[in-house]
């Protein structure tokens, strides 16, 4: 089901297990004033959502935000065979057999200059026992204030399963807009990565949507600086 979060902005989510924990996984719906359609993260699309997106507009561009979130790339490309698959390098390790229109350091995609978008670089995951590539691209949607992010911070609180409330306790991303501490110490290149969060930051949002927790509705750009507080300067 779609939700709407603003004038432009729709979000869409499906039950997600990671490591065992229901995390849960989001996709962000842009519609452009050209009537044109992004789906960011896309998730898994069944007739219901893909008849109230054809009442939206028209998809034009199916985004990976990064090279975790690829895993319905080919089944919305399928669905909307006219739209172009925007990724991360990278994405080719993941989906060799995927045709991808534009990846997001080769090509200047200005989203008809109503979105903006930056590589988050220096962010890296840690899956134990190793550190992981994750190539995320982060996205501001100026009209609406509104950041968009996939797993460079996460939000989980009550409305989760008391198992994934006790685990984002033990890895400190509670109820708090952050990394938890499986993202800080596969941080490797703090300078590159304090000058990313730097330039996220300085852009003008109220709101941030990510890929697993809740949405935040007010004070995002607070939030979102405590949390890497550790690495801002
Ligand atoms: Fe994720």
């Not at 935000?65 to 390098?89: C, R, T």
């Not at 390790?93 to 978008?117: C, M, R, V």
């Not at 969060?197 to 109220?206: E, S, T, V, Y």
Request: net charge negative.
């Amino acid at each position: 089901m779609l939700k709407q979060v603003d004038h432009c902005i729709w979000v869409a989510e499906q039950p997600l297990k990671f490591l065992g924990l229901e995390v849960g996984t989001r996709m962000t719906v842009i519609l452009q004033l050209d009537s044109s359609l992004l789906l960011i993260s896309p998730i898994e699309i069944n007739s219901d959502l893909k008849q109230t997106l054809d009442n939206l507009g028209t998809v034009k561009y199916i985004i990976a935000p990064n090279l975790f979130h690829h895993l319905y790339l080919e089944h919305s490309q399928q669905l909307y065979p006219q739209a172009k698959i925007i990724a991360p390098p990278g994405i080719e390790t993941k989906q060799p057999n995927l045709e991808i229109a534009l990846t997001f350091d080769q090509d200047l995609i200005n989203f008809n200059g109503e979105l903006e978008y930056t590589p988050f670089q220096g962010f890296q995951g840690f899956i134990p026992p190793k550190i992981v590539k994750v190539n995320e691209i982060v996205f501001f949607h100026p009209n609406s204030k509104t950041l968009i992010i996939t797993d460079s911070a996460f939000n989980f609180d009550c409305n989760f399963p008391f198992t994934t409330q006790l685990a984002s306790r033990i890895i400190g991303s509670y109820q708090s807009l952050k990394p938890s501490w499986l993202e800080k110490i596969a941080i490797r290149d703090k300078e590159t990565t304090r000058k990313a969060i730097n330039k996220i930051l300085a852009w003008d949002f109220q709101r941030v949507i990510m890929a697993h927790g809740n949405i935040v509705e007010e004070n995002a750009k607070e939030k979102l600086t405590v949390g890497y507080q550790w690495l801002v300067s």
